[in-house]
């Protein structure tokens, strides 16, 4: 069984599958990547480098952007990602509109 799953080429994380420990090397596809960080069940794993300000793609989708440099085999998570989903105030001019009037009176 595979440690972890990649979706699409694009990717430049994983998803473990069971929890890798720090020191340990998995295959993901044709990368093997050395683990660095412990990745708990269901957390990121970078499979490639990802520079400060890059987005970061899982399952073929941009779920955020790097907040700090995150090495291959590093935990990809909340303390070094910031999330692009559900930011109103990065969804462009509409976000700043005043809201609808309210219809019941």
Excluded at 58 to 77: E, L, Q, R
Excluded at 80 to 87: K, Q
Aim: glycine residues 12%; hydrophobic residues 45%.
């Amino acid at each position: 069984m595979n440690s972890a799953l990649v979706i699409s080429a694009g990717d430049n994380v994983a998803t473990a599958l069971e929890a890798l420990d720090a020191g340990a090397t998995i295959r993901v596809g044709e990368v093997t990547v050395a683990v660095v960080d412990r990745i708990p069940r269901g957390h990121k794993i970078a499979i490639r480098a990802i520079p400060a300000g890059t987005t970061v793609v899982k399952y073929g989708s941009a779920i955020g952007t790097a907040s700090t440099d995150i090495p291959v085999g590093a935990h990809v998570h909340v303390h070094n990602v910031a999330s692009g989903r559900g930011r109103g105030d990065l969804s462009g001019p509409a976000s700043h509109a005043a809201p609808p009037a309210d219809p019941i009176r």
